[in-house]
């Protein structure tokens, strides 16, 4: 036998099923109520934390799982118990990526945590990228942020849409830009600490899915930064600009990512972890249903036409999870997306989470069809999948520019 295995090793068995209880026990009997308060579910975020679910150095330990496992399995068992709860959970984690991508090691020692707080008293963090004009098309963006040299202080004014915690965030990270000239390589990443003036949230969106996660607009509005609060520092800014500018110069591209696209590519195997979860459920729910439920007098599953279906759903389930784990692998063995393997494994388990949970409500019948079964609420909250981190639309555009060099509009 050789090395290569897609078994788990004994300790990543024991911390799965130690999720799995959290997702079975705590998770799931909580999803319905929250998700029709639409509320954050801090109580549950409490609880993940009491027992270190909700916390730096358990996100930090599946990040560096050599494998590359240690994250798209968190993210399959947490998103298998509730979508909503599960992305106030780790929606923090996002804002924490965006630290890690860009962040020097003081920086990431000083906000991360802060992002966390502790058991006795949780904080959430959130990203803030996407603006009212600028959602797909990132180089649109307006947020402004400049530099104060009487200060040493940066200036940060804009209008930042659909943040997950946005406005309830303890420390926000906010993507804006510096240089104008450079389009998406005019970008950089800062911190905003907890309690700046300036920073309030906006509308709080009433949403289709996962709605015990908030999803906000946070408006900036002369909000100023210490100098430190520039992820990456000033210096390795300035170089980058200037590399950006003598590049465009001489009528070059490529070069260094942008510091939203940086956070973006690290995410999107989570993001298809997730919908992995979430699909696994409906599917699970699915199948037990059609072996209990009797039509004709027999279990609706001894129809090939329900069968079939319930054959396919996990075929496709289990696509998705190689694909996510392949690009986790590959993430973790440094091995560069040479074909956008990271927007491939986003896609499918988007679109395969969509799918199998319109399948399972199908399965389901009239029941499927109602708030008192879960698999109406899956689907719900499945659409966000194919939406954020690049709608579906992105990451074939992605996939399509990578394996063809040419710029597909
Ligand atoms: C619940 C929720 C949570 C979110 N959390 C965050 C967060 O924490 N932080 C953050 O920064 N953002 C967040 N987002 C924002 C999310 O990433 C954006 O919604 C997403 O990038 C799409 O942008 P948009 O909504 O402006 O859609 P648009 O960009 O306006 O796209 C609309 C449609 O046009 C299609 N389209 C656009 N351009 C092209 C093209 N070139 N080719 C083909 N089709 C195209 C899209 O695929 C889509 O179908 C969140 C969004 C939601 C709904």
């Not at 000033?234 to 009528?251: T, V």
């Amino acid at each position: 036998m050789g090395d290569f295995t897609l078994d788990l090793n004994d300790d990543q068995r024991s911390v799965r099923d130690w999720i799995h209880g959290f997702a079975a026990d705590v998770m799931r009997p909580a999803a319905a109520e929250w998700d029709e308060r639409e509320e954050t579910p801090w109580p549950i975020i409490q609880e993940a934390a009491k027992i270190g679910l909700y916390s730096l150095d358990f996100y930090a330990q599946q990040f560096f799982d050599p494998t590359g496992l240690g994250i798209p399995m968190t993210m399959e068992e947490l998103f298998w118990g509730d979508a909503g709860i599960a992305l106030s959970i780790v929606g923090t984690g996002l804002a924490a990526v965006g630290v890690l991508a860009n962040g020097t090691e003081e920086q990431i020692g000083t906000w991360v945590p802060q992002m966390y707080g502790d058991a006795a008293d949780v904080k959430v963090a959130a990203f803030c990228s996407s603006e009212p004009d600028a959602g797909s098309d990132v180089g649109a963006m307006r947020t402004r942020a400049v530099y104060d040299e009487a200060t040493g202080e940066w200036v940060l004014n804009g209008t930042k849409t659909w943040a997950t915690n946005g406005g309830i965030a303890n420390v926000h990270v906010v993507v804006a830009v510096v240089d104008p000239e450079l389009g998406t390589r005019g970008h950089a990443s800062f911190i905003v600490p907890p309690g700046t003036p300036g920073l309030s949230q906006g509308q709080k969106f009433k949403k289709h899915g996962i709605r015990a996660s908030h999803t906000a607009e946070v408006v900036l509005e002369d909000v100023r930064v210490p100098g430190d609060c520039l992820l990456g520092g000033k210096d390795k800014l300035d170089e980058r600009l200037a590399r950006a500018h003598e590049r465009a110069k001489s009528g070059g591209a490529g070069g260094s990512k942008n510091a939203a696209m940086a956070t973006f590519e690290a995410s999107r195997p989570a993001v298809g972890a997730m919908a992995v979860g979430t699909a696994r459920a409906a599917y699970e729910y699915a199948l037990e249903y059609a072996t209990g439920r009797e039509q004709f007098g027999r279990p609706i599953i001894d129809n090939q036409g329900v069968a079939f279906q319930l054959a396919d759903m996990r075929t496709q389930i289990d696509a998705a999870r190689l694909l996510v784990w392949r690009a986790s692998w590959m993430a973790t063995a440094g091995k560069p997306f040479t074909s956008a393997e990271g927007s491939m494994s986003k896609l499918f388990a988007s679109e395969t989470a969509k799918k199998v949970t319109a399948q399972a409500i199908q399965i389901l019948g009239g029941n499927g069809y109602t708030r008192e079964y879960p698999v109406e609420r899956m689907h719900r909250d499945s659409a966000i999948y194919t939406i954020f981190e690049g709608t579906s639309e992105i990451q074939r555009l992605v996939i399509a520019r990578t394996l063809s060099g040419v710029p597909i509009r």
